[in-house]
Structure formats: structure tokens, C-alpha cells
């Protein structure tokens, strides 16, 4: 069956505007590709600021210079000497009264500072190998064609120091040996030394006072990051420059503000804890003062559900926040995890690769693992638990074979008291808090977890942590 349906015409403005609308997209994807090779560091940055207009200055003044002066200055020097090499070859020719040339050799060293000889008999050699950049090569080949018109052979490789041409003179060649200063500008390289010297003296200048302007950027970010991650800062003090000062200074008092903050939430969750275990614990005095029964059973199981809820609820808004952070053996962590498990029951695989050795928040890192595997080992039969420290991260991953949790629904179980009908999340005590509490822990610590669908057929728990 043929689409028969009309296809859209492109505008008017895109038909004449579309070389304009290419060249837009080819100069959007060169951008693309210099962008990502750019630095992406602050320094790395900030060195190549500095450095590429130097770079670029000192191209544009090398060119001008071997354009305009070195190959101004070389030209002129070849044209000298072409000169009296053609005036020699015009006073052999026109006055030949000196067969073997003792009076013009003689004249030519004295007066001309070249040497000339005659080569009687000879050819001249074959074409040698032409240098890759010459300009005194290519000037005195100018030179002599414009000037003397007779077949040549020049030299400018094989000494350093000597300039050698051969002309044929018909029968003989007139071989003339000169000074190479006396056809190049050969101290002009100075001002190239001396103009890469500078640059790299600049450029040293410039690394000295970029890292000095970097290092108190990098101990602020370095600052921020230990303490986003819950690890101890340590003394900081804001220095460098008076915007980066500004911020050092913000960061501090925020970083106060938030310490004051966590100091007072704990005090009053500590005295709202010790009330109310106060009066549970009456509770319990006055149920055991009463006579044994089922209505008493019943109340004493209400009163520790009810301590085990208070425990729940204490520990997430707590958030462990308290706990400094340590160099912990992660191993020996999920070790013990795997040992509480099988002592209750259940059956938990472990493995573990890499350096166990991490900075962490022990008690809660263990309480966070803790609720992972205890969530799995009430929803399945078998629990894997793996450990992976590579590439600067920590990943822990909880694998069972219990129902899992639909993808619609894994974002929402960290939910605190969010409740599945079949609820995962699900604690004993019926709070609904274990991943949530998991996951606040996880991020106390700059990480994070995810779920999936587990090789196992249940549920995956993937515990990412920076280290």
C-alpha cells in the first residue's frame, strides 16, 4: 500500500538560509569537540588561560619575525654574495689575460672574503638532498638564477660553517667557497632563544601564582567534601584571594550553624527518649505488678512493640549524626553482619574484594548494612552478601530470592512510613523506617542506594559509598 500523504515542504527561510544553518551546526559540533577536551579542572583551566594567548602572541610574533626580518635579512646577504660571485665570473670572462686565475683567487679572498678556485675538466655533481626548511637554500637559488643564469650546484648542508656553490662555466666549473654568515642571518635564532626563554620563565611565574591562588579552592571543596560525607574536617582556615576568603568564611559558618544545629536536635531527642522510656518503663512496673493473664500478655507485647517503634523512630531522626567518622575495616563490618544473620536463623553469603580499609561512621554503616540484610532475610530463603572497594568507591550489594518490589514502587519505599499492601520495607515493629533510615545513613556519608531486580529473582540492594 503506497503513502499517498503529502510530505512537509521545508520553509522558504530554511531553503535560503540553509548553508547559514550548516555552517551553525558544523561550528556547534567543533565547539562540542574542543569542549570536551578541555580541562576540566579549575587549575588546569586556569594555566590554559594564561597559556594560550602566550602561545598564541608569540606564533604570530615568530612568524612576523622569520617573514619580515630573518628571511628579509638572508635575502639581502644571498644577493650580496650572488653579486660578487657574478662579478667574478664577469671579470674572467672579460678579462682572461689570467689563465690560471692567481689574480682573481687572490682578489676574491682579500677583498671579497670567498674562496674561489677552478675545477678544470669537471661536471657538476649531482643534485644533493634538500633541506626540510632552508631559507638560506632557497634565497641564494633565487639569487643566482636571477642573476648569473648558468647552470648551478649548491651546498648548504654538509658544513655547518661553509657555504658551498659550483657554477659551469661551460668546459670548467668555478667552485666559490664563502662563510656562511656571509649568505644567512645566522644569529637571528637568538631572538627565538631568547624569546621560548622568556616564555618559559612567564609560564613558570604563572604556575607559581595559579597554584598559589588554586590550593585554598581545592582545601575548600576538599573541606566541603569531608564534611558532606560526615568526616571530620579538621582545623580550616579560609585564605587566599578576598572572593575565595568570602567563601571559605560562609562555608565555616554554615558548617557552625549546622554542627549547633545537629548538637541541639540531639539534646532534645536525648531528653524526649529518656521521657519516654520513662514511662514505658513504669508501664512494665506496673504490668508485672498485676496478676499473670492473656489481657496482660497482650499489654506487655503493645509496650515493646511500642519500644521497638520508639527505637525506630529515634534512630531515623537521629539520623546517627552524632558518630564520628573513623578508619574502619569494612570486611570485619559485614562479617559480623553475616554472623548476627546466621546466629538468627538465616543463611547469608559473603564476599569481598578490594582494601577493606574505609573511612566511615562505624555503628551507623553497621546499622545501615544491618537493615539491608535483615529487610532480605525476612522476604527470602538465601542472602548473598558482596563487597567491592575499587575505582574510589565502596559498593555493598544484598542480593535475595524473596518476591521484590515492583519498579513503580522502588523509588517510593524510602519513604519514611511508606507501607507496601506486601510491604518489603516493612519492620517488625511495623514503622516502615529500615530503608529509609538506610538511606539517610547512605547519603550521610556522601553515597547513596539503589534497587533492582536481583540475579537471584528477588530484590538487589546496591550501597555506593565514595573512598
Not at 39 to 62: D, E, F
Not at 172 to 201: E, G, K, T
Not at 216 to 222: F, V
Not at 415 to 423: G, I, M, S
Request: hydrophobic share 45%; aromatic share 6%.
Amino acid at each position: 500500500m503506497n503513502d499517498t500523504s503529502p510530505r512537509p515542504r521545508p520553509s522558504l527561510w530554511a531553503l535560503r538560509n540553509e548553508p547559514l544553518i550548516r555552517v551553525r551546526l558544523a561550528w556547534r559540533r567543533f565547539a562540542r569537540a574542543i569542549a570536551e577536551r578541555m580541562p576540566k579542572g579549575l587549575y588546569g583551566r586556569s594555566l590554559l588561560i594564561v597559556v594560550l594567548p602566550m602561545i598564541i602572541l608569540q606564533s604570530v610574533v615568530a612568524y612576523v619575525f622569520m617573514e619580515r626580518h630573518w628571511d628579509l635579512v638572508t635575502r639581502r646577504l644571498s644577493e650580496a654574495l650572488t653579486r660578487d660571485i657574478a662579478a667574478v665570473i664577469a671579470v674572467v670572462e672579460t678579462y682572461p689575460q689570467d689563465p690560471d686565475w692567481d689574480t682573481i683567487t687572490r682578489i676574491a679572498r682579500r677583498d671579497l672574503g670567498i674562496s674561489v678556485s677552478l675545477l678544470k675538466g669537471e661536471e657538476l655533481p649531482p643534485p644533493g638532498p634538500k633541506p626540510f626548511f632552508s631559507l638560506l637554500d632557497s634565497a641564494i637559488s633565487d639569487e643566482i638564477v636571477a642573476r648569473i643564469h648558468r647552470p648551478f650546484w649548491i651546498d648548504t648542508v654538509g658544513n655547518s660553517d661553509l657555504v658551498e656553490i659550483r657554477v659551469d662555466m661551460g668546459t670548467d666549473v668555478l667552485r666559490v667557497i664563502a662563510r656562511r654568515s656571509q649568505a644567512y642571518a645566522s644569529n637571528s635564532h637568538i631572538f627565538l632563544v631568547w624569546m621560548v626563554s622568556a616564555s618559559l620563565v612567564l609560564l613558570f611565574i604563572a604556575i607559581l601564582f595559579l597554584r598559589n591562588q588554586i590550593r585554598p579552592i581545592q582545601r575548600l571543596a576538599d573541606a566541603a567534601e569531608s564534611f558532606g560525607k560526615g568526616r571530620p574536617v579538621g582545623e580550616f582556615k579560609p585564605t587566599g584571594a578576598r572572593e575565595v576568603r568570602r567563601a571559605g568564611e560562609a562555608f565555616a559558618v554554615m558548617r557552625r550553624r549546622i554542627e549547633r544545629q545537629i548538637e541541639q536536635r540531639t539534646a532534645m531527642l536525648a531528653g524526649v527518649s529518656h521521657d519516654l522510656r520513662t514511662v514505658l518503663t513504669r508501664f512494665r512496673l506496673q504490668l508485672a505488678l498485676l496478676p499473670p493473664g492473656a489481657e496482660i500478655e497482650a499489654l506487655e507485647a503493645d509496650v515493646d512493640e511500642m519500644q521497638v517503634m520508639l527505637e525506630a523512630y529515634l534512630a531515623f531522626a537521629r539520623g546517627e549524626g552524632d558518630e564520628e567518622a573513623v578508619a574502619s575495616d569494612v570486611g570485619e563490618i559485614l562479617r559480623s553482619i553475616q554472623s548476627e544473620a546466621e546466629r538468627a536463623g538465616f543463611e547469608v553469603k559473603l564476599g569481598f574484594d578490594g582494601d577493606p580499609m574505609l573511612t566511615v561512621r562505624p555503628n551507623a554503616f553497621k546499622r545501615m548494612i544491618g537493615n539491608l540484610v535483615g529487610n532480605a532475610c525476612r522476604h527470602g530463603e538465601h542472602v548473598a552478601l558482596s563487597g567491592r572497594h575499587a575505582e574510589g568507591y565502596l559498593f555493598v550489594t544484598v542480593d535475595d530470592d524473596g518476591p521484590g518490589v515492583p519498579e513503580e514502587e522502588r523509588a517510593n519505599v524510602f519513604r519514611p512510613f511508606y507501607r507496601l499492601d506486601e510491604a518489603r520495607n516493612q519492620d517488625e515493629g511495623g514503622t516502615g523506617l529500615g530503608l529509609a533510615i538506610a538511606r539517610d545513613i547512605a547519603r550521610g556519608h556522601g553515597g547513596d542506594i539503589t534497587l533492582d531486580s536481583a540475579p537471584m529473582g528477588g530484590l538487589r540492594a546496591v550501597v555506593r559509598i565514595p573512598g
